[in-house]
């Protein structure tokens, strides 16, 4: 069964930085097209960034502030977050979709104070 965790959330300052990880068992991730998406109160999940054979893919607006990565050798996919701002704060989820099915981690939350 494949399963999805995601960690590095936290609060941090305006301008500051975090690195969010998301590690996937039961199955590797060169299988997936990785991603990133985020959440807040009432919104539905936002597209942040994606990762699929070698390609990465950021949404306009964390474009030149947040960098996703793999590492195959630890199946895990990386989301770094530089220069954040208030409007970043969301819960951050890791999906990983596949041919037959989608799997999604638990979300971990940002929080950036102004």
């Known amino acids: 069964q494949v399963q999805v965790v995601e960690s590095g959330g936290g609060l941090v300052q305006a301008g500051g930085s975090l690195r969010l990880s998301c590690v996937v068992s039961g199955g590797t991730i060169t299988q997936y097209r990785m991603g990133w998406y985020r959440q807040t109160p009432g919104k539905e999940r936002f597209f942040v960034a994606g990762i699929n054979g070698g390609g990465t893919y950021h949404t306009d607006s964390v474009k030149g502030r947040f960098t996703i990565s793999q590492d195959n050798a630890k199946n895990t996919v990386y989301l770094q977050m530089n220069n954040l701002k208030p409007e970043d704060t969301a819960v951050y989820y890791c999906?990983?979709?596949?041919?037959?099915?989608?799997?999604w981690g638990q979300g971990t939350q940002v929080t950036v104070s102004s």
């Open positions: 999906t990983a979709a596949g041919v037959n099915a989608d799997y």
